[in-house]
C-alpha cells in the first residue's frame, strides 16, 4: 500500500519561511520522481515543483528563487523548502509520485499525499 504523508505545514507571516516533508512507503522511492502541488482557494491545482530520480528539479514560475525542493532517498522523503513566503502562496500543498516514469515526472502522478495546509499572513 502506497502512502504518501506531508507534515511541516502551519501558519507563518509574509517573509517568513517554512518546510514541507513528504515520507513515502509503498513505492521505490529512489526510482520514481516526485512532485509537489497546491491548490489555493477558489484556484485551480498548481504544480509548483518536481524533482527526478537523478536530482533535476523544476519549479513554476510563481516560486522560482524562493522554493526549493530536494530529496533524501536514505529516508524515503522530499522536502519543499519555502523562503520568502507570501500570502499568494497560502494554500493546500499535497506531495505526489510518478513510480511509472523511471525516474522521470513524465506519466504521473499516480500516488498522492492528503496535503498539509500553508497560510502566509500579510
Known amino acids: 500500500q502506497v502512502q504518501l504523508v506531508e507534515s511541516g505545514g502551519g501558519l507563518v507571516q509574509a517573509g517568513g519561511s517554512l518546510r514541507l516533508s513528504c515520507a513515502a512507503s509503498?513505492?521505490?522511492?529512489?526510482?520514481?520522481?516526485m512532485g509537489w502541488y497546491r491548490r489555493a482557494p477558489g484556484k485551480q491545482r498548481e504544480l509548483v515543483a518536481t524533482?527526478?530520480?537523478?536530482?533535476?528539479?523544476n519549479y513554476a514560475d510563481s516560486v522560482k528563487g524562493r522554493f526549493t525542493i530536494s530529496r533524501d532517498n536514505a529516508k524515503n522523503t522530499v522536502y519543499l523548502q519555502m523562503n520568502s513566503l507570501k500570502p499568494e502562496d497560502t494554500a493546500v500543498y499535497y506531495c505526489?509520485?510518478?513510480?511509472?516514469?523511471?525516474?522521470?515526472?513524465?506519466?504521473?502522478?499516480?500516488?498522492w499525499g492528503q496535503g498539509t495546509q500553508v497560510t502566509v499572513s500579510s
Open positions: 505526489a509520485a510518478d513510480a511509472l516514469g523511471k525516474g522521470t515526472w513524465s506519466r504521473g502522478p499516480q500516488y
Open positions: 509503498g513505492i521505490n522511492f529512489s526510482i520514481s520522481a
Open positions: 524533482i527526478t530520480s537523478g536530482s533535476s528539479t
